[in-house]
């Protein structure tokens, strides 16, 4: 399953990163709209990203998402059309995604 | 989404009988010991494990600190048992291309650290910016 998401990175000014990561593979710790702030805690899944292109002047760009574990134990419904998430560097929050589609 | 707030204290990892060699490294996992420091003072450690690619595998030894890798993250993750730590070693590196570090940080710095009850559906794991890490008293061994 390939899932299309549009990835939004913080600025400094929103207590995101000093730049957008550079190259093209990121990883890192997700939490769902699904869950609470509890439940993320208990029970985190981390997400990988392929980044296409460049961030644009807002730092928005496109990538394609999955689950680090493997999809017969990750919750994939998580990643449905118009899910939010929001990626994590330990307490930090530095992206917000919202997924655009699923492909196969 | 929902707004993150406060976070858990890290809880202590019980101790398994150790059945094979991950284990017995395992076993170490979350245990408390006295660290020395020269003025006499005396702060207890917390050992963490974490799965390297050989290149870092012989670098933070070798330098005693950890730096920025491949993934542009500011930080590290790690686990809490070496056992944990092949399990995502698997996943990131693949299998036969990573090697297992146990890292003993100061309690203090251990406690500072990002700390989830189950990641990935692995285990306990914990998230430390640089700054956090590379603390006197780090130890790391293979």
Redesign the interface.
């Known amino acids: 399953m390939s899932v299309l998401a549009k990835i939004r990175w913080l600025k400094p000014d929103e207590g995101g ?1 000093v730049e957008p ?3 093209q ?5 997700a ?1 769902f ?1 699904s ?3 509890e439940e ?7 997400l990988v990203l392929n980044l296409e292109g460049t961030p644009d002047e807002n730092w928005t760009q496109t990538a394609l998402v999955r ?3 493997d999809e017969a ?2 919750p994939v419904q998580w990643l449905q059309p118009h899910s ?3 990626l ?6 530095v992206a ?1 995604g919202t997924v655009l589609e699923i492909g196969d | ?2 707004q ?5 204290a890290p809880a202590q990892q019980p101790l398994v009988p150790p059945t094979n060699e991950a284990e017995q490294a395992g076993q170490y996992a979350g245990i408390v010991l006295p660290l020395f420091f020269p003025a006499g003072e005396v702060e207890e450690t917390v050992t963490l494990f974490r799965a390297v690619s050989r290149e870092e595998a012989a670098q933070v030894p070798a330098e005693g600190a950890f730096k920025a890798g ?6 590290k993750f790690f686990a809490e048992t070496a056992q944990d730590a092949a399990k995502w070693g698997d ?2 590196q693949g299998s036969g291309n990573y090697e297992v570090l146990r890292v003993d940080l100061p309690k203090s710095a251990a406690d500072s ?10 285990g306990a794991a914990r ?3 640089l700054s956090q890490i590379n603390v006197p008293g780090l130890g790391v061994s293979k």
């Open positions: 990163r990561p550079g190259g593979r990121y990883s890192t710790v939490k709209q869950q609470t702030d993320w805690l208990k029970d985190a899944w981390s689950f680090l574990a134990r990750a939010r998430f929001a994590f560097e330990g307490r930090k929050k917000e | 989404m929902t993150m707030s406060g976070m858990t491949e993934n542009p993250l500011g930080g996943m990131l650290l990002m700390r989830w009850e189950r990641l990935d559906g692995i998230y430390g910016e």
